[in-house]
């Protein structure tokens, strides 16, 4: 007969393989929220519009690789000039302001993280070329 097993445990969250001792940004797909971070401190946070099911937001551990102050952007279907506050962190996910809809904490973009402009800006200015950034459900 078979000695009855342990039920299992909640799996204790690993800590990030990134370094967060200081500024990084977290973003939790579930609930459409950026959240910007200094340390184990959250400084502050905001509603974001990342991307639909056909066009989901990578999921990982990445950095800001490049900044732009404006850029335009396009893909099939679309063309958006002027693009602001940009900070890519893989290949071309980005982190932008958004001029084009109002619509946040639903999901709509092609992959990217919208926010705000007002917002894209603060995360623009606390953020540098090396900050990291976790996505996650």
Not at 3 to 23: F, M
Not at 48 to 60: C, D, F, I, L, Q
Not at 111 to 127: I, K, L, P, Q
Request: hydrophobic content about 30%.
């Amino acid at each position: 007969m078979p000695l009855p097993t342990a039920a299992p445990t909640k799996k204790a969250p690993t800590k990030p393989v990134v370094d967060t001792s200081g500024h990084w940004i977290d973003i939790d797909l579930s609930e459409q929220r950026l959240y910007a971070y200094d340390g184990n401190s959250m400084i502050s946070s905001f509603l974001v519009s990342t991307g639909t099911s056909a066009h989901p937001t990578v999921v990982g551990e990445f950095a800001v690789y490049v900044k732009y102050r404006y850029t335009d952007m396009s893909g099939p279907g679309y063309y958006l000039p002027d693009v602001p506050y940009t900070m890519y962190f893989y290949s071309g996910y980005g982190i932008h302001g958004t001029y084009w809809h109002d619509n946040f904490g639903t999901p709509m973009s092609h992959g990217c993280v919208n926010m705000r402009t007002s917002d894209a800006e603060w995360v623009y200015n606390f953020s540098n070329v090396g900050t990291p950034v976790i996505v996650h459900n």
